[in-house]
């Protein structure tokens, strides 16, 4: 079993700055690729960014790309989401998860473990 606790959402300004966190505990966690997923009122859960356990590889959706950056720091347990250049529309509940494989992150279905969220609100 794999535990996640993701941090760090609140209220920001549009074109400020959040990082979340999203810290493991149990299996080793180095082993498992993490994804960072977000939910907007009345829309489905989708991708936001991966990072895989193997060698590293990062992946982004493509609202995510120049403006976010996902980083893991196996010693911490702890995988990052730093999110810059926030639009209003990055408004979500971000949720973190877990994956034992290492190919097509972008999907949901591929992870085993998921966090509680943390939320994240951008102000116009």
């Known amino acids: 079993q794999v535990q996640l606790v993701e941090s760090g959402g609140g209220l920001v300004q549009a074109g400020g700055s959040l990082r979340l966190s999203c810290a493991a505990s149990g299996r080793t966690f180095s082993s498992y690729s993490t994804g960072w997923f977000r939910q907007a009122p009345g829309k489905e859960r989708e991708f936001v960014a991966a990072?895989?356990?193997?060698?590293?590889?990062?992946d982004y959706a493509d609202s995510a790309k120049g403006r976010f950056t996902i980083s893991r720091d196996n010693a911490k347990n702890t995988v990052y989401l730093q999110m810059n250049s926030l639009k209003p529309e990055d408004t979500a509940v971000y949720y973190c998860a877990a994956s034992s494989v290492v190919t097509l992150l972008a999907y949901s279905s591929r992870y085993q473990y998921w966090g509680q969220g943390t939320q994240v609100t951008v102000s116009s």
């Open positions: 990072i895989s356990w193997s060698v590293g590889n990062t």
